[in-house]
């Protein structure tokens, strides 16, 4: 049975500092990899899907990589802002089209 | 573009009544999906719908139920609600299903159930 953990679960860290997220997964039959934020009493924001042959994508400030073999990810944010502060997710796609999901990392980013 | 629209935004109901919760896909998506999201238990994935069809559900019981339309809708039917059914319950859509597996889901920004 998959299973996804998110470490650490809360994460606050000064305004303009590189960070890094980490994703672990028990089972490599991944279809993909993606993580979302949320923002309190919103919905999930889609930010970066990996797809089970790629090992990273970018948009903007974010980086994320994915290393099936350990069953890892990270999603690394460069120049934090106040506006990065939310919930992060990580979900993996499974070999029954589900997406399993990590319980989060809160991220506060002080001004 | 219109985003994924979910209603109603609450929805207060007592035990052993019967919810509905509706969801509408962006225009040209053809899978649906629902999520509960219950305090201190994250993310668990109830259902799937694409082209009209149930296509894999999550470990819920059978008094979780939903349709999806001929326009891609879709409703969260639950009955005889209990008390561990408060949650966020959330829809999401995306390209078709089985080629879209690589496709990015869309969340909207769910329906809040309490259960008194």
């Known amino acids: 049975k998959q299973e996804v953990t998110q470490i650490p679960a809360a994460l606050s860290v000064p305004e303009g500092e590189n960070l890094v997220l980490n994703c672990s997964f028990t089972?490599?039959?991944?279809?993909?990899l993606q993580w979302f934020r949320q923002d309190p009493g919103k919905g999930l924001t889609s930010l970066l899907l990996?797809?089970?042959s790629q090992r990273e994508q970018t948009s903007g400030r974010l980086n994320a990589s994915l290393d099936k073999s350990s069953g890892r990810s990270t999603l690394y944010i460069a120049a934090s802002q106040p506006g990065d502060s939310a919930t992060y997710l990580c979900?993996?796609?499974?070999?029954?089209?589900?997406?399993?999901w990590g319980a989060g990392t809160k991220l506060i980013i002080k001004p | 573009e219109a985003g994924v629209t979910q209603s109603p935004t609450h929805l207060i109901k007592t035990r052993g009544q019967q919810a509905t919760l509706r969801c509408s896909p962006i225009?040209?998506?053809?899978?649906v999906y629902w999520y509960q999201q219950a305090l201190g238990l994250g993310l668990q994935f109830l259902l799937w719908?694409?082209?009209?069809?149930?296509?894999n559900r999550g470990n819920f019981p059978p008094r979780f139920s939903g349709r999806q339309f001929p326009n891609y809708s879709s409703e969260l039917n639950v009955n005889a609600l209990e008390l561990e059914d408060s949650a966020l319950y959330l829809c999401?859509?995306?390209?078709?299903?089985?080629?879209?597996?690589?496709?990015?889901?869309?969340f909207g920004d769910g329906t809040r159930l309490s259960i008194l």
């Open positions: 990996i797809q089970s």
């Open positions: 089972d490599s039959a991944i279809y993909n």
């Open positions: 719908y694409d082209e009209g069809e149930e296509r």
């Open positions: 225009s040209g998506h053809t899978s």
């Open positions: 999401a859509s995306s390209t078709q299903g089985f080629v879209g597996i690589n496709q990015p889901q869309h």
């Open positions: 979900a993996v796609g499974d070999s029954n089209y589900q997406l399993i």
